[in-house]
């Protein structure tokens, strides 16, 4: 009988975490935490952005309304600036001099300042986590970062979908 009980305990609180997942209101609630992360330099300065809920509608356990995270996902700038790489380095010689290198140079700028951003966000992150509040995104990875380099300003990073975001204790 045992067994069964440890079973249907454990079925139970699989049920429980399922639940919480598809209930929007979860997520919404650890947005609002993740204004924690506003307290962190990165943030204020602009370097680092967190998703929001909307002003206007409410969560609700089906729908939630989000404001738009600006750019484009890490995963595919990454992708994007892995392809332009291969093109001039697997480029015949004579094409090689065609290459605009002030363009190569501010891609390569680019590329570094999305590095020492990602590097800014994971201290950030652990800091929160470990000598902070204790909360922390469960599931960063280059789908849920946003990096907007628009024209004329500095690369933000920013952190979105905090469905498994959590807190220790």
């Known amino acids: 009988a045992s ?5 249907v305990r454990t ?3 699989i049920a429980d975490q399922i ?8 997520e919404a609630r650890e947005i609002e935490k993740a204004k924690t992360y506003s307290q962190q330099g990165e943030v204020r ?12 509608v409410p969560p609700h356990s089906d729908f939630l309304i989000l404001k738009k995270m600006p750019g484009r996902s890490v995963k595919s700038a990454i992708d994007e ?7 001039v ?11 605009d290198l002030q363009e190569l140079e501010r891609r390569r700028q680019e590329a570094e300042t999305l590095c020492e951003r990602l590097i800014n966000l994971n201290s950030m992150w652990f800091k929160e986590a470990f000598y902070g509040s ?8 280059a789908g849920n970062l946003m990096i907007d380099s628009s024209e004329g300003k500095p690369a933000t990073l920013g952190m979105i979908d905090f ?3 959590a807190t220790l204790s």
Do not use: Q
Not at 81 to 87: F, G, H, S, T, V
Not at 89 to 99: F, G, L, S, T
Not at 134 to 141: K, R, S, T
């Open 134 to 141: 204790g909360f922390f995104h469960g599931d960063l990875h």
């Open 45 to 56: 300065s602009g370097a680092i952005g967190v998703m929001g809920l909307s002003d206007d």
């Open 81 to 87: 600036l892995e392809a332009e790489a291969d093109k």
């Open 3 to 7: 067994k069964n009980d440890a079973l």
């Open 11 to 13: 079925m139970g609180s």
């Open 163 to 165: 469905g498994n975001a």
């Open 89 to 99: 380095i697997n480029m015949p010689a004579e094409e090689k001099e065609k290459v």
């Open 19 to 26: 639940e919480n997942e598809l209930d929007l209101r979860f």
